[in-house]
Structure formats: structure tokens, C-alpha cells
């Protein structure tokens, strides 16, 4: 069964200038165990269509079906606090929460108390490999792998089987943005995750299991 | 290029381009709208300081005030213990002039007019008297009078020469009456006479039988102060006896005395300032040229005066007794004059002189006048009040100084106050403005520098656009400023002259003229156009700050790079936006400082003005709840509350006054004791001078409160009672009044009195004595009545100096049950039944307010029923007068604060609104990254705006609390202080979460691109 899928989906940006349309009609189903990768040069929609699946707005026309349901028929943030979770190229981690309060956050999110979300947020922090040295320590003091790492493990706490990565390994080194594609695949592959990476790097791309190439707003390449 | 990208840059966030318009357009109107009220406001107070003139007048309430001519040895002892210096030192004081006036006599000069003390005497040589005519009595069987002791006569004779007479001429027939008890004249001769003209139509009324053939009548008396025969036998060809010849020159020197009023400055004496006399030619000396003078206009026709002129006066002394009694001490006195006055008969022969006090006995009560500077007077007032002797009163005559400026002196510290605030307004929004505009331009700072563009050309964009957006904005304010500023000026004078009008309504405050003075200022623009620029200038002056703080924010030191890291450790304390906020707390660092530390200021500001508030208005409270305001009736100039004639029914509408209580009056018999009264010959002319003799003697006043008694208006009466008696015999006695018979020929009775202990002392009473006396009845067109009447001395006053006067019930002149209203209706009329008697008036009036917080109220009912106020007589004639002074400066002062406070209040809260808005704004507004991944998860809206709002809650409410804690011992008591901090509190959390939504309005897809 699939985990999301796009049907016909267009998203248009209206402003009293302009009018752009990000999304000319994207149809795609993405199943759970697997990675995909989405392509495209500036400004082909990647990001756009990323938002859409994260549940942030809901197409302009067309349906994302989230387990069979559209997203424009359910409550958005309830979608995004259970059905999705998304990881960013800049880590975006609460500055003043330490790593493991960090993931502690969707997790108490879902009605969790705090002490049990912190097990769970340790637990999950040791996954994704992090040593229990930096768990106490704040995104600042951090170095980029580790951070993006805990955003990857904030992820995880969700509990979702939709993981939306945007660039996520953007701002990192080659060898940590392997690491973190490597949690991103193995999690794919061995926990059942339905993994969606925008990204520019087209061996990064290689790796994954599908990729789909936006051009202009449409699925030049799949 | 630079300064219209600048320019684009800004206009182009239009919403928040337009917002800062208005708020800048709103600001600069209130600004300069309250600086041109602010000036208006001055320059009215100027133009009132120079067209009114403030005096006070120091006046001695002894027992027979206002009587001018009174030789009241109080009054004198007063005027002794007034100290030249003392008012002098008074601060406000600008000049001081005793009261005393001195007398002169001029060659040529003939009094017509004002005061002629011995106007009615003459010294007469007649020939050819007849034999007695007898009149009245009745005729023999021969047609004959039958002569008896009792029997009236009088001669006719032939003036033949008026050695002294002002109102007969000689060679006419005259009748003579002997007033002396002793002149027989032998029928034929010629005598030289001295004695008075009767008045013959008051004669006619008061004497009852007189010669009835029309000629006029000379009543033959002794001379003043001697007891020589007041007549002599003349033979033609022989000289004239030296006495008579003396007293025609006494009596002419007397009579044509020349009033001269020494003073420091003419215009304000008394009758100048009140503008009761005008000059009619010349203009009034300069105070600084002594003997320079102003004369009345018929002085100066007299001795053909111009203004230039020098001329000559011969001082004259008065006697110690008796202003009149004038003899000439060969003295002679220059004078300049500068100009000449239009006078009234009152003040006809009067020189006004720059001059020293004059050396001569004070009659009557006014012991001198100080001349005030305006601004002071009122301070200066009650300061001399407090230095002058007991019952002396200083009354303040400001012209309406204080009364038209009283409204503008509020309005102008209103002005102030919104200045004030405006330009904390001003500051607060282009703080905002620079912050906004320039501030957050960071990234624009950044890629300028990157493309190294010269730090002037990058001020150059930012200061072009934050220049355009103020510069228009201030220039459309300062246009609106000016187009409502004569509209401004039009309504605050609208306003001050009703509220002046209003305020002053049977006010103590508004004794003297009022004078009618319109203002039309000229107010400068040039303050509101350099305050216009000073917002400009303070708008760039912000906007370069800000500039400097992000190009240095914009540009890494070099090889610097600090980064801050929150201290602590991972915790699991709290739940919820509460746990996010604490946890922000925490670790917010200087952050979290800011907000609780703003806080407490602010609960301290807040704590200390509603403090003040709160002292005011208990001050108010208390100020209304204890002090009693008293009113009185009074003249129509206000300055006199005795010997007037008011109206019973006037009485009734007073005491039907809600709002008005204790009405007390009085009425006053002539009283003497039968052994004290000299004899007087039982003819007319002895009834004449029996009368005249009568009309010296003191009071016996009926009232029903000592507090009505002329004597003890301006001191309490201090009496000691017979044991047993209180004052309360005064209302509740009931008995006949003096002048109605008693009914079935009943004994009156004896009545209980209060007398001064000098006139017990010289009596030889004591206390619970009686003792009898007569009484005299007088109304006007009828003949006086005399009753003997028994009092009984159940008190005693000491007297301060004045006449020895009796007070007794008011039962003595006014039934009681008439006086309170139950009196049993006549069942033939058919008026229902009523206090109100035409015939019955009263001398004095006195009542009080039943609480000082009717005193509006009171003043609008008395207005409603057409009462007189000072200087405005209406249809009902009777002058009120409250004395309400005192009250009004405690109470306006504190209510100007307290209204103030209001506005201020509602400002603060405003002001505080924003204080939190920013303040929240800026904190939160840099935390939007952290909104959009809350938001991202999937948490709440209200979860994300309570874990902001809660660590600004949190951080405020700490802060206050501290505050509190600090001034705690502040705390006066009431509601209004913590009431304060609630407020304070609801409305910078109401600020904080207006910014709050304001910053969660971003679009979701927008904030999760935001880059920091």
C-alpha cells in the first residue's frame, strides 16, 4: 500500500504582480521501504511540491493522498504532527533545547510525558549514531553531521512512515552527508520508512531507489 | 541610483510604510497642536497678566463693618499690629498703603456732593421774631390757645444774614424751633442763632407736627463740643460774638473738606481697580512721582484745574472721635496733577495722591490695600491672611485674574502632559520606525558591503528613504497642524470662558469686577515647524544608529566569530507551551533580562503614580467629607454682609434649598438702658436729637445662630454661658416678637441675651442678671416704635471693640413657628399657609452647605432660582455669596491632578500596550524560525502562542512582582495601586500578544524558508 500519493497536483503562486504556477500536474505514487530522490534545477517545484507533501498548504488543484486520505480533507497540523515527518537542509533545531530536548519536542508533541519522550529521545539519538557525550548539549555546540543527525532522530520520534528530507545533506561534508544518507536509506530499507529527498546532488540520486526529475513544474524524468 | 533604490526599498512594504505614515502624521499633529495650545495658553496669561490688576484689601470685620466713618479703637489696634515690613516680605507683594485718608481744604473750594457732615447747620443772625406761634393745641372759649408745658411753638422771623448756611438763602422768612431748652426770644428783636435746617420732609414723617406754613425750619442747638448759648441777642451796628463767627468758619471747613487718598500707584486703589471711576482727561501719575495726583472733576472745575497744574492744599487734623470734626493746621501741601476723574457723588472733592501713608486716625474698617503681581496673588493672599491679626480679612480683588486664567493654566499643563507623552510617542515610534526600516536591513547591509559600496553611499540608501517616508509624513502633519490650529484656539477659548463662567457662580472667588477681556494672540509658528524638524532630524538620527548596528552586525570582525551557547542541562520539568517557555526563560540569557527588567520599572512608575493618585483622591475625599462651606447674603459688590434688607420670602426660598441647611439670620433693634440716655428736652427738637442720639446706640440683634451675628462672620464667638444656657436658646425661644403686642395682654417675659462682658462690667451684671432696657423698632415709611423690653444675661462675649450689641432669640423679631414654617393659616385667606412676610426683612444671613459635595449642585439651584450673584444682579435681588475659596483652591488643585491622572492613566496604559508590543515584537520577531518549526511539527496554534506568550508572561510578572516588592512600603492603602499593576500588567500582555499573533501570522511556507 502506498504511503502518499500525488494526483494531478498543481500549486499556484498568486501575487498582485504574478501568477507562477510551481506544479503543472504531478502524479506520483511513493510506497513505504523505499527512497526517493527528487531532481530539478532551481525553481522546477521540487521545494513546493516537498511543502505539499509536508502538509504545509494543500495543492491548488489535484489530491495528495495521504493513506487514502486527502490532505485537503483533514485536520493539517494533526497530518503533520502524525503523519509526516520532515528533515531540513539547515537542521533547524531549537537553539535553546539541548539534543536530546530537541527530539523530546514532536514527541511530547504526540501527548507524550516528558521523561518517557526523553528515553525515547535518547534512544533514538543513539540510533542515528550520536555518542551520549553530546546528547546534553545545545545545536550550537554541535558540529553539522551531529546536528543533522539529531534532526534525522527528531524525525524518527514522530513516528510516521513518511520522512521528507529537503537538501539534507546541503551543508554537509562528503562523508557526513554519506552517513546521513545511509541512516536515510537503511531506515528506508530496514525500519519501512518511505524516504523523499529533494536534492541537487545527482550521486546522491544514484543511490536512492527512485528518482524523479522536475522540469518547470512537471515530472520530466522518472 | 542609490537614493531611489533607498526611496523603492522603503515605500515598496507598503503596509508597513503606510502604518508608520499615519502613526508619524498622528504624532506630529499632536505635537504641534500641543505646543501651539502650550504657547496660546501663555500668551493669554501674558496678555492677562498686563490688562488686570490684583489687590488685596486688609480689612478689620469689627462690629459696625462697613461703616467708614467708624472710630473703632479695634479697628486701630489692628491696624497698629500690621507690620509695614511683615507685608512687605510677602512674596507677590509689590506695594502696601494704609488705609488711612487725610483731609485738606482748598480756598474756593464748596463740597456739593458725597459726605457733608454738618450740611443742615447754620449760624443765622434773624431780626423781627414773631411771637410763639403755638400749633396743635386747643383753643380757649375766646379763640385762643390753651398753653400748656407740652404745648408746641415756634417763631417766624427774617433771615437777615447767614453768617454760615448751605441750604438758605438770606432775606427770606424762616421758622425757628428752640432745640436748647433755654432760648426765649423777645418778640421784635434780632438774635444771632446757631443750630441746624430740619430736613422738613423727613420732619414731616418722624416728628409728626412741625410748623406746617412751609418756610424752613431752624432748629436752635448748642455748638459742637461746647456748652455755650447756642444764640445771642444782636443789636444792629454791634459786633458779633466771637463763638458764632468761629463756628460758621468751623462749619465751613468741616463741610468743604477735600478727601485726600494717599497711595503708591492710582490704579490700584480700590475704586481705580474695580473700575468704578474712570479719568476723563489727563492720565494717572506715574508711582514713582510723588504728590503727582488725579482729582475729581468737580475739584478741578473748582479751582480750574488742567492736568499739568500745580496747586495748593492746606492740611486739615480730624479728632480722634470724629472723622468731621476738622481744624486747620496751616500746614501747606503741593500737588501735581496728571489727570482728572470722572468721580460719583461719593467721591466728589477727592485728590487720589502718590504719596506716604497719611498721619491721621483710621475711621472705618479698611486698614490698607496691597498691590499683588498677578501671578502671586493668590499665594500672596493667603499668605498675609495668615500673618494679619485676628479678624482682620484679606480679600484678594484680582480683576477675574485668577478665574479666566484658571481654565487656561489647565489646559496648559494638559498641553504639557500630552507633549510630554507625545514625545515619548515620538521617540517609541521612531525607535520603531529606524529599527524597522534600517535596523533589519541586514542582509541589504550585507550585500552592499559584499559589494563594497562606500559606507557613505550605503547610509545614503537607507537615510533617502527613512527621510522621504518621516520627511512626508511630518510635512502633511505639520499642514493638518496648522489647518487645525485656529479651530484649536477657538475651542479652547470656547471652553475656558464656560468653565470660568461656571466655576465662578456665587463664588467667594469671584469678588471685584470681572473684566470682559477678549484675546486674540499671535501665536509664532516657527516652534511647531523646528519641532516638526526635530522629528525629522531624531527619525535619521535613530535610522544612522541603526545603520551602525547592522553594518557592524552585517561585517565579521576579522578572524572573529563568536557564537552564543546556552548554559544547562537536558530537563523534563513541565509540560506543554509552559515547558518550551521555561525552558526559554532559562536559557534566553540577557534576553531574559530585558523583559522582567522593563517590568519592574515599569510596576514602579505604575506604583508611584497610582500611589500619587490614590493620595489625591483620598485628599479630595477627606477635603469633601470635612470641610463645611458656608454662604452668606451679601451686597451686589459682594464686600459688605450686614445692613442689608432681605426679604422673608427670598429667607424661605433659601431655606427650601436642598442642599442648604442651617440658615441663620439676624435683625438688629436700637438698645439702650433708660438711665444711660441723657435728658432731652421734651420738645421737637429734643425728639430730634433723641433720635439722632438713638441712632448711635448698639444692637440688640434677634437671630438663631450666633454665626449670624455681623460681629462674628469672621471670628467665632467665643461665649461663656450662664449654666444651663447654649446657644441653642437663640432657635429655640419662643416668644412675642418685640414689636407685636402680646397676646391677651400677656407679660412678655424676660429675655435671655448674650452681651460683652464690657457692657456687663460697666452695668455692674454679672451673669443670669436682668436688667431692663428699650428697644426701637424702625421700618422704612413708618415712624420708629420704642419697647421696653427685660433681658436677661445668659452669656458673654468679650467684645472686639465696635458697639456693645445684645443678642437675643430670633423669636424677638420673628415668630417662631412663623420662622420654621408651622404657623396656623389665616383660615379667612386663601393663600396657603407660608413664612414668607414682604414686610419682614432681615439685616444679616448666613447658611451652610450640608456637605461640601453639594457645592455644584448648590450653585446651580441657587442659579436655577434666580439669585443674585456678585456683580450680576438677576430676578430675585438677594446676593449670594459662598465662601468657597478655600475649598476651591484644596479641591481644584487636587482635582486638576486627579483629572489629570485620569489622562494620564489612559496614556500610560496605551503607552505601556505599545511598551509591551515592542518590547514582545522584538523579542519574538527574531524567534521566527522556531514559530515555523513548531508549526512544521504540527503543534497547535495556541500551543506555539502559549510558549511564547507564557515566557513573556512570566518574565513581566516577575519583573512586577519585584517592582512591588521594592515599594512595597509605598503602599497607601485602597485598591487603586494594585488595581494599577493589574492593569499594567493586562495591558503590556495584551501588547505582548498582539505581537505575538502578529509575528505566528507569517505564512507557514514562507517561515520555513526563513534563513536567520
Avoid at chain 1, 510551481?22 to 521545494?47: D, H, N, Q
Avoid at chain 2, 551557547?565 to 537536558?570: A, I, Q
Avoid at chain 2, 455681623?710 to 441653642?728: M, N, Q, R
Amino acid at each position: 500500500m502506498s504511503v502518499i500519493e500525488l494526483h494531478d497536483v498543481k500549486y499556484v503562486y498568486q501575487t498582485q504582480y504574478q501568477r507562477t504556477e510551481a506544479l503543472r500536474g504531478i502524479s506520483y505514487t511513493f510506497e513505504p521501504g523505499r527512497v526517493y530522490a527528487i531532481l530539478g534545477s532551481s525553481g522546477s517545484g521540487k521545494t513546493t511540491l516537498l511543502s505539499l507533501m509536508a502538509g504545509l498548504d494543500v495543492p491548488t488543484d489535484g489530491i495528495v493522498l495521504c493513506e487514502g486520505v486527502s490532505t485537503a480533507d483533514i485536520d493539517l497540523e494533526q497530518y503533520r504532527r502524525e503523519r509526516v515527518a520532515m528533515i531540513y537542509q539547515d537542521f533547524r533545531l531549537f537553539p535553546l533545547l539541548t539534543a536530546v530536548e530537541n527530539v523530546m519536542y514532536p514527541i511530547e508533541l504526540r501527548g507524550m510525558k516528558p521523561a518517557e519522550a526523553k528515553n525515547r529521545s535518547i534512544e533514538l539519538l543513539k540510533k542515528v549514531g550520536l555518542p551520549e557525550t553530546v546528547l546534553d548539549r545545545f545545536p550550537a555546540m554541535l558540529s553539522g553531521g551531529e546536528q543533522q543527525r539529531v534532526a534525522i532522530a527528531r524525525a524518527l520520534g514522530m513516528e510516521t512512515k513518511l520522512l521528507l528530507a529537503d537538501e539534507p545533506t546541503g551543508n554537509l561534508d562528503s562523508q557526513n552527508g554519506e552517513t546521513v544518507f545511509k541512516i536515510l536509506e537503511d531506515l528506508a530499507h530496514e525500519d519501512g520508512y518511505c524516504v523523499v529527498i529533494v536534492t541537487h546532488d545527482e550521486d546522491l540520486a544514484k543511490h536512492a531507489d527512485e528518482s524523479i526529475r522536475l522540469h518547470d513544474g512537471e515530472i520530466a524524468e522518472s | 541610483m542609490l537614493i531611489r533604490n533607498g526611496i523603492n526599498s522603503i515605500i515598496r512594504e507598503r503596509a508597513r510604510t503606510a502604518l508608520f505614515s499615519l502613526l508619524i502624521i498622528f504624532l506630529t499633529v499632536t505635537m504641534i497642536l500641543s505646543i501651539s495650545v502650550l504657547l496660546y495658553c501663555n500668551a493669554v496669561m501674558e496678555s492677562c497678566d498686563e490688562a488686570y490688576r490684583s489687590i488685596a484689601l486688609i480689612e478689620y470685620m469689627g462690629s459696625e463693618y462697613p461703616n467708614q466713618d467708624e472710630p473703632d479703637a479695634a479697628a486701630r489696634a489692628a491696624a497698629e499690629a500690621l507690620s509695614d515690613d511683615d507685608i512687605l516680605a510677602v512674596p507677590g507683594v509689590t506695594a502696601w498703603t494704609r488705609g488711612s485718608t487725610a483731609t485738606a481744604a482748598a480756598e474756593g473750594y464748596e463740597r456739593r456732593f458725597g459726605k457733608i457732615p454738618y450740611g443742615n447747620r447754620g449760624v443765622l443772625v434773624v431780626s423781627r421774631v414773631s411771637q410763639p406761634v403755638y400749633q396743635g393745641t386747643k383753643l380757649d372759649a375766646s379763640g385762643k390757645p390753651i398753653i400748656t408745658e407740652d404745648s408746641f411753638f415756634y417763631h417766624t422771623c427774617f433771615l437777615k444774614t447767614a453768617l454760615y448756611s448751605r441750604s438758605v438763602n438770606e432775606g427770606i422768612i424762616i421758622d425757628i424751633i428752640d432745640g436748647s431748652g433755654l432760648f426765649e426770644p423777645e418778640p421784635g428783636k434780632s438774635y444771632v442763632l446757631n443750630g441746624s435746617f430740619l430736613d422738613v420732609s423727613r420732619s414731616a414723617r418722624e416728628l409728626g407736627d412741625y410748623p406746617k406754613n412751609g418756610l424752613p425750619i431752624f432748629l436752635v442747638e448748642s455748638f459742637i463740643a461746647t456748652d455755650e448759648l447756642p444764640y445771642a441777642e444782636y443789636v444792629e451796628g454791634t459786633e458779633i460774638p466771637e463763638r458764632f463767627l468761629s463756628a460758621a468758619d468751623q462749619y465751613r471747613v468741616m463741610n468743604n473738606y477735600i478727601r485726600v487718598v494717599p497711595c503708591r500707584d492710582v490704579n490700584d486703589v480700590y475704586v481705580f481697580q474695580q473700575n468704578d471711576l474712570h479719568l476723563a482727561a489727563g492720565e494717572m501719575p506715574d508711582p514713582g512721582a510723588p504728590n503727582a495726583c488725579v482729582v475729581s472733576a468737580d475739584l478741578a472745575e473748582a479751582l480750574d484745574l488742567e492736568p499739568g497744574d500745580v496747586f495748593t492744599l492746606e492740611d486739615l487734623q480730624s479728632t480722634d472721635n470724629d472723622r468731621y470734626d476738622l481744624i486747620s493746621t496751616g500746614n501747606m501741601h503741593s500737588y501735581t496733577v496728571t489727570g482728572i476723574v470722572e468721580a460719583s457723588f461719593d467721591y466728589c472733592g477727592t485728590i487720589w495722591v502718590i504719596a506716604e501713608d497719611a498721619d491721621t486716625p483710621l475711621f472705618g474698617y479698611l486698614l490698607g490695600t496691597v498691590s499683588l503681581d498677578n501671578k502671586s496673588a493668590e499665594a500672596a493672599a493667603e499668605t498675609l491672611q495668615e500673618i494679619v491679626p485676628d479678624q482682620v480679612r484679606v480679600t484678594l480683588l484680582d480683576q477675574g485674574y485668577g478665574a479666566t486664567v484658571l481654565p487656561f493654566q489647565e489646559i496648559r499643563s494638559t498641553a504639557v502632559n500630552v507633549l510630554l507623552i507625545c514625545s515619548a510617542g515620538v521617540v517609541a515610534v521612531l525607535l520603531l520606525f529606524a529599527f524597522l526600516f534600517v535596523g533589519r536591513q541586514s542582509d541589504t547591509v550585507r550585500i552592499m558591503v559584499s559589494l563594497g559600496t562606500p559606507g557613505r553611499k550605503i547610509a545614503l540608501w537607507f537615510l533617502s528613504g527613512a527621510l522621504v517616508v518621516c520627511g512626508i509624513s511630518v510635512v502633511i502633519g505639520v499642514v493638518l497642524g496648522m489647518l487645525l490650529r485656529p479651530a484649536a484656539f477657538h475651542m479652547i477659548s470656547k471652553i475656558a470662558a464656560v468653565g470660568a463662567e461656571e466655576a465662578l457662580r456665587y463664588s467667594e472667588t469671584s469678588l471685584g469686577i470681572m473684566k470682559q477681556t477678549s484675546f486674540d494672540p499671535q501665536i509664532p509658528l516657527w516652534p511647531d515647524l523646528l519641532a516638526a524638524l526635530g522629528i525629522v532630524a531624531l527619525a535619521l538620527l535613530f535610522s544612522l544608529f541603526f545603520l551602525r548596528l547592522a553594518r557592524r552586525g552585517g561585517t565579521r570582525k576579522r578572524g572573529k566569530s563568536r557564537v552564543r551557547v546556552p548554559h544547562g542541562l537536558t530537563t523534563v520539568h513541565g509540560e506543554g507551551g509552559l515547558r518550551f517557555a521555561l525552558l526559554s526563560i532559562r536559557r534566553g540569557g540577557l534576553r531574559s533580562l530585558v523583559v522582567p527588567l522593563v517590568s519592574m520599572m515599569l510596576t514602579v512608575a505604575v506604583l508611584v503614580l497610582s500611589g500619587v493618585y490614590q493620595t489625591w483622591q483620598d485628599e479630595l475625599d477627606n477635603a469633601l467629607e470635612e470641610t463645611r462651606i458656608d454662604g452668606m447674603v451679601v451686597s451686589l459688590d459682594g464686600r459688605y454682609y450686614s445692613g442689608l434688607a432681605m426679604p422673608m420670602d427670598a429667607v424661605q426660598t433659601l431655606l427650601d434649598t436642598e442642599g442648604v441647611e442651617n440658615v441663620s439670620v439676624s435683625f438688629g433693634y436700637r438698645y439702650w438702658l433708660p438711665e444711660d440716655m441723657p435728658p432731652f428736652k421734651d420738645s421737637e427738637g429734643g425728639w430730634y436729637l433723641r433720635q439722632s442720639w438713638i441712632a448711635a446706640q448698639p444692637d440688640l440683634i434677634a437671630l438663631n445662630s450666633l454665626s449670624a451675628a455681623k460681629g462674628f462672620y469672621y471670628a467665632d464667638p467665643a461665649v461663656t454661658w450662664l449654666e444651663g444656657w447654649d446657644e441653642s436658646m437663640l432657635s429655640e425661644t419662643d416668644m412675642t416678637p418685640i414689636h407685636l403686642p402680646t397676646p391677651h395682654g400677656k407679660e412678655r417675659g424676660t429675655i435671655p441675651a448674650v452681651c460683652s462682658t464690657e457692657f456687663l462690667e460697666k452695668h455692674g451684671l454679672r451673669l443670669g442678671d436682668t436688667f431692663d432696657c428699650m428697644a426701637q423698632y424702625k421700618r422704612v415709611g413708618y415712624a420708629p416704635m420704642e419697647f421696653s423690653v427685660t433681658l436677661q444675661a445668659v452669656g458673654s462675649y468679650v467684645q472686639q471693640g465696635g458697639k456693645a450689641n445684645v443678642y437675643a432669640p430670633l423669636s424677638c423679631y420673628i415668630r417662631k413657628d412663623q420662622w420654621e414654617g408651622s404657623a396656623v393659616p389665616d383660615e379667612t385667606s386663601e393663600k396657603p399657609p407660608s413664612r414668607a412676610d414682604a414686610l419682614l426683612t432681615f439685616r444679616t444671613c448666613r447658611f451652610y452647605l450640608t456637605s461640601a459635595r453639594e457645592l455644584d449642585a448648590v450653585r446651580k439651584r441657587l442659579w436655577e432660582q434666580g439669585f443674585s450673584a456678585v456683580g450680576n444682579m438677576r430676578k430675585n435681588r438677594t446676593t449670594v455669596l459662598l465662601r468657597d475659596a478655600e475649598f476651591l483652591k484644596l479641591t481644584e488643585n487636587m482635582k486638576r491632578n486627579i483629572t489629570m491622572g485620569r489622562v494620564m492613566s489612559t496614556v500610560i496604559s496605551l503607552l505601556i500596550m505599545l511598551l509591551g508590543f515592542i518590547i514582545s515584537w522584538l523579542m519574538t520577531f527574531s524567534r521566527r524560525r522556531e514559530f515555523a518549526l513548531m508549526r512544521g511539527f504540527g503543534a497547535q496554534k495556541r500551543r506555539v502562542f502559549a510558549s511564547f506568550f507564557l515566557e513573556q508572561a512570566i518574565l513581566s510578572v516577575a519583573g512586577c512582582l519585584v517592582g512591588c516588592a521594592a515599594l512595597f512600603r509605598l503602599y497607601v492603602g485602597g485598591v487603586t495601586q494594585p488595581l494599577a499593576v493589574v492593569a499594567y500588567l493586562i495591558c503590556y500582555l495584551l501588547g505582548a500578544a498582539v505581537s505575538i499573533r502578529m509575528v505566528g501570522k507569517t505564512d507557514l511556507m514562507e517561515l520555513l524558508t526563513i534563513r536567520d
